[in-house]
């Protein structure tokens, strides 16, 4: 059974830093796809940051220059440290895993979600 489980969230004012964490265990495949997505109240689920299977790095254009998603394989965790936050990241984070993705930043393409940790980033 494959578990995500991210970590990491909280508060912060606008133009400081905060670090997501998130582990995989339980996936049979020894290399996936994993990505950084964010929901913000009364709107779709949007991709961040991913990192494919091939070690490829993915960012939307508003979190280009300012956060930076990478992947340690050996223990499964996929981090993103974000920089220059600013209120509208405000947003529910989620990582999610897939065994194969043609589009990194699309959620239809990821089959497992962890639970979310949340960002509060105040003016």
């Known amino acids: 059974q494959v578990q995500v489980v991210e970590s990491g969230g909280g508060s912060v004012q606008a133009g400081g830093s905060l670090r997501l964490s998130c582990e995989v265990s339980?996936?049979?495949?020894?290399?996936?796809?994993m990505a950084w997505f964010r929901q913000h109240p009364g709107k779709e689920r949007e991709g961040v940051a991913a990192?494919?299977?091939?070690?490829?790095?993915s960012y939307a254009d508003s979190a280009k220059g300012r956060f930076t998603a990478s992947k340690d394989n050996a223990k499964n965790i996929l981090s993103l440290e974000m920089n220059s936050l600013k209120p509208e990241d405000t947003a529910m984070y989620f990582c999610?895993?897939?065994?194969?993705?043609?589009?990194?930043?699309?959620?239809?393409?990821?089959?497992?979600w962890g639970q979310g940790t949340l960002v509060t980033v105040s003016s």
């Open positions: 999610a895993a897939a065994y194969r993705t043609l589009y990194p930043l699309d959620p239809a393409y990821y089959e497992h």
């Open positions: 339980g996936y049979s495949y020894s290399t996936y796809s």
């Open positions: 990192v494919d299977s091939y070690g490829s790095t």
